[in-house]
């Protein structure tokens, strides 16, 4: 009798361990995202007053070089502005703020983004160089990222596997080493020299500490985006938009928090729906700085992912009956609204006739969000290099040097941005190594060139290339081993490949990328993988073998 209770008990448990493994088994993924959450995660403090370093109190005799205000969008896509004809909701959403300030000075027509994705475009906005030149090739990654993305991904549902390097992986150096080298002089650094205050605010990504820093690259003072929601997820005055389908989302909800930090101190927690609080500091900014000339880069985190939106934008839009594009639209709102507080705050401190100021996006809207408007007219998405990638946004308004409603139509590049900042505050870009942009103000102030600003625009990312010269932009990959030709003068949307039609101009322009990167550095962190991105759908259509696509190394 007893041996048999003995099996009766030995069964239950049996019974019972297999059951928790099973439901393991059926929970896995939600389970490795419970460990990812929990592990590392740093919890902030209570909010902490941030006081910024105050000017004099009268302006100094003499002239005043311009301030300069440098406004970042994050994965804003060309569409989502009313500036083109465009708008989120077909239209319904307009954002007059941004638009005032492109119809108030110079819009570039055709302007490009430096890459595709984020922070190697950050790096090439603020040094002025390619990566060939500086090696910051690929965007920073928190350990363990692309194993977690992978194990979501390649889940049996889709024609292409996100591809995965354990070896590169194991030997990624930490993410806050992951850095743009101090040996690059930034445009913060080329103004400080000019005497001017620098400040930024918002997202860096281009490393961390003491040697990455904003602080450490020319920035007197830095509010920094320590981590990734712009209100903590069950805040009463927010409105959350997850998206099931993708990797992504699903790290940056398991990961992130609410969080920011000022010139390397403590980790605390903002105060309101980030846009918002973003742009309230830029106002001190601006305030505190009113007698002197300054710098300011406000990097906004807005309308990146995870898609959060004030519940007060949220309820004004009550006509859009799709809660993730009515999400996303409250969040463009938020982001015009914070442009046109810059703008206001400008004119009241009476600083707007001497300010230039730049508003860009780093790269085009993400297919990942499942938004299939975001860069319409234009094929692709971020992290490709089809011009939905990195056709940008790019405003410069100066009040007596630019006049309004000026328009170039040649391409540009944010490789531009430092060498025409630098100029307009009356200095140079550093004389002790090259700089591949150029100085648009001849463009924009008086009896144009008559060459164009570049006679070619290049960009890179591991094994995926593409120049854009005399109108032709070529895309070659090797992964897939496919090329794309494309007469974007006569062909902006990218419609007609040519390659196999016009094999001599695809030899041109692979021979002017093999110049360009001839000698060129090599990446300072490797990729570590590799991310199928569908040309013409978003990542929650359903692909199929025949739909183009790229594999988007880093």
Not at 115 to 127: E, F, I, V, Y
Not at 175 to 180: D, F, R, V
Not at 317 to 342: C, E, F, T
């Amino acid at each position: 009798m007893k041996a048999r209770k003995t099996l009766i008990t030995l069964g239950a448990v049996l019974l019972v361990v297999v059951a928790l493994g099973a439901v393991a088994a059926a929970n896995f993924r939600s389970i490795i995202l419970f460990v990812v959450g929990s592990r590392g995660k740093e919890t902030p403090v209570a909010n902490i007053e941030v006081t910024w370093n105050r000017g004099p109190d009268t302006p100094a005799a003499g002239d005043r070089p311009p301030n300069i205000v440098f406004i970042l969008a994050d994965d804003l896509g060309i569409n989502d502005l009313s500036t083109f004809g465009g708008g989120v909701a077909g239209g319904t959403v307009p954002t007059p703020n941004i638009d005032a300030l492109a119809a108030s000075g110079a819009i570039m027509s055709q302007a490009y983004s430096g890459t595709a994705a984020c922070a190697p475009s950050r790096a090439m906005l603020l040094t002025g160089r390619y990566p060939t030149r500086h090696g910051f090739e690929f965007t920073p990654t928190p350990g363990g990222m692309q194993r977690i993305m992978t194990l979501f991904y390649n889940d049996g549902t889709r024609p292409h596997d996100m591809l995965r390097d354990a070896r590169a992986e194991a030997a990624q150096p930490p993410m806050t080493e992951q850095g743009l080298p101090g040996s690059e002089i930034t445009v913060a650094e080329v103004l400080k020299a000019r005497g001017y205050h620098t400040a930024h605010i918002g997202k860096w990504h281009l490393g961390g500490g003491k040697a990455f820093g904003a602080n450490a690259q020319g920035f007197d003072e830095s509010l920094l985006m320590s981590s990734g929601l712009y209100l903590p997820e069950n805040d009463p005055q927010v409105v959350n938009a997850k998206l099931r389908f993708d990797p992504i989302d699903k790290f940056i909800w398991a990961r992130m928090t609410y969080a920011a930090s000022f010139n390397g101190g403590p980790v605390f927690s903002p105060r309101g729906y980030l846009t918002d609080y973003y742009t309230d500091e830029a106002v001190k900014v601006i305030q505190a700085n009113r007698n002197r000339p300054f710098f300011l880069y406000l990097a906004h985190w807005g309308v990146h992912s995870p898609l959060q939106a004030s519940k007060a934008d949220y309820d004004a839009l009550s006509h859009i009956q799709d809660h993730r594009l009515r999400v996303y639209a409250a969040m463009v709102r938020a982001l015009d609204r914070s442009v046109g507080r810059v703008m206001q705050t400008l004119r009241d401190e009476g600083l707007a006739d001497n300010t230039v100021v730049v508003f860009t996006s780093d790269n085009g809207g993400a297919g990942y969000l499942g938004l299939p408007d975001v860069n319409k007219p234009y094929r692709g998405w971020k992290l490709t290099f089809f011009e939905g990638g990195i056709r940008v946004p790019y405003f410069i308004s100066w009040p007596g040097r630019i006049q309004p409603g000026t328009r170039l139509e040649d391409p540009v590049s944010h490789i531009d941005f430092l060498p025409t900042v630098a100029a307009a505050a009356g200095t140079t870009p550093p004389t002790d190594r090259p700089i591949d942009g150029r100085n648009l103000l001849p463009w924009l102030t008086g009896p144009r060139p008559a060459a164009p600003p570049h006679e070619a625009i290049f960009w890179q990312d591991g094994f995926y290339l593409a120049v854009l010269k005399d109108g032709w932009k070529l895309q070659t990959s090797d992964n897939p081993k496919k090329d794309w030709l494309f007469h974007v003068a006569v062909d902006p949307t990218e419609q007609t490949n040519l390659a196999a039609s016009n094999p001599a101009k695809v030899a041109e322009l692979k021979a002017a990328i093999a110049e360009h990167r001839r000698g060129g550095r090599p990446a300072l962190f490797p990729a570590t993988g590799a991310m199928p991105v569908m040309i013409d759908k978003t990542l929650e259509e359903k692909a199929t073998t025949a739909d183009e696509y790229i594999y988007w190394p880093g």
